[in-house]
């Protein structure tokens, strides 16, 4: 699984804020907020739009500031107070106790299968065991990071956008380009999601978002 770019973070990030709008209106609907593309424009403008809840438009505004982090921030590590705050950052206003692990149990729609409850320890092992891998390119241990991060449901609530933000922070320091999962292609990823919670078996989903949902551009 080779990258797809070999770009610098700064032309990275160049790519990241071109699209930027785009990648938040792709999570919004990842997250089930019915919203537009040119709705996300003027809620990401800071205009107003009628029709949607305040928590929908605070959920907006928060991926908004979470990108901003991811973006503004290169000396930050992949580390797991990264992955907290990144969480606090999605979640504001949004959840009791932002940034912190669960420490009740969650259900998950489509399954019966429940995640183990999370501790930090175990937490940090894990991650720093997934950012160690030598024989992987930064782009499948972004996308294992992403999975492992939906599957684990570490957080009371907010784990996509957290996984999904957390994996492109770390693909957008080593220049690979940007994971996002268009529109038309959500619902087959729900259902390999839910297998994927299932099974642990993450193989066939990890190739289907390698050849679908790798974002970028060849910069000379």
Not at 82 to 101: A, F, M, Q, R, S
Not at 109 to 128: A, C, H, N, R, V
Not at 153 to 167: E, S, T, W
Not at 177 to 205: H, R
Request: aromatic content about 10%; proline content about 2%.
């Amino acid at each position: 699984m080779d990258d797809r770019y070999h770009l610098t973070r700064e032309q990275n990030v160049f790519v990241a804020k071109r699209n930027i709008v785009d990648y938040i209106w792709k999570s919004a609907n990842l997250e089930g907020i019915d919203v537009t593309y040119p709705e996300i424009q003027v809620i990401y403008d800071r205009g107003i739009v009628n029709g949607l809840t305040v928590d929908e438009v605070l959920a907006i505004n928060n991926l908004k500031y979470a990108w901003q982090f991811i973006l503004e921030n290169e000396s930050i590590p992949c580390d797991y107070n990264t992955l907290c705050e990144i969480h606090k950052l999605t979640t504001d206003k949004l959840v009791l106790n932002p940034g912190k692990l669960r420490t009740n149990s969650v259900r998950i729609g489509g399954t019966t299968w429940q995640p183990q409850f999370p501790s930090e320890s175990q937490i940090k092992e894990e991650l720093d065991a997934l950012l160690k891998q030598s024989t992987k390119t930064h782009t499948e241990i972004a996308i294992e990071m992403m999975l492992w991060i939906m599957r684990r449901q570490m957080f009371i609530d907010g784990n996509k956008r957290v996984a999904m933000l957390f994996a492109n922070k770390y693909m957008i320091d080593h220049g690979c380009g940007i994971i996002s999962i268009a529109k038309e292609n959500q619902a087959f990823f729900f259902e390999k999601l839910i297998a994927f919670y299932e099974t642990g078996e993450m193989s066939e989903l990890k190739e289907w978002i390698y050849n679908t949902s790798i974002d970028g551009m060849n910069l000379d």
